[in-house]
Nanobody, 130 residues
Framework: QVQLRESGGESAQIGGSLRLSCVIS????????MAWFRQAPGRARQGVGS???????YYADFVEGRFVVSQDKSKNTLYLEINSLKPEDTGVYYC????????????????????????WGQGTQVTVSS
């Protein structure tokens, strides 16, 4: 079955930058939506951003330009760049995916819903402190 694995999480200082990676074992369809979620300690998991098979991206409002989702299809890898790190960015970051037989797009109004994704990575820890 499809497997996702995140890497790149580490301890970083306020104001710094990180790039997280998510490697997907296989694309079972050419049409998909892939997303990054995060879960801060004691908080619910929330969507950060996503990218569809057309290369379009979708972001949560709190990103405010600090997060960038990108991909390298040749490496089966999805990336998340986090800039100007804040303490509230601390948490476990997960990548997730679903594959669609009918559309190449993520849906602008629903990409952030956890239940829409049936493949998940195990998460990578990001810790931001001064």
């Amino acid at each position: 079955q499809v497997q996702l694995r995140e890497s790149g999480g580490e301890s970083a200082q306020i104001g710094g930058s990180l790039r997280l990676s998510c490697v997907i074992s296989e694309y079972i369809r050419s049409q998909y939506c892939m997303a990054w979620f995060r879960q801060a300690p004691g908080r619910a998991r929330q969507g950060v951003g996503s990218m569809d098979s057309d290369g379009d991206t979708y972001y949560a409002d709190f990103v405010e330009g600090r997060f960038v989702v990108s991909q390298d299809k040749s490496k089966n890898t999805l990336y998340l760049e986090i800039n100007s790190l804040k303490p509230e960015d601390t948490g476990v970051y997960y990548c997730a995916a679903y594959f669609s037989p009918v559309t190449p797009k993520c849906l602008a109004g629903t990409w952030y819903r956890e239940r829409g994704y049936n493949y998940w990575g195990q998460g990578t820890q990001v810790t931001v402190s001064s």
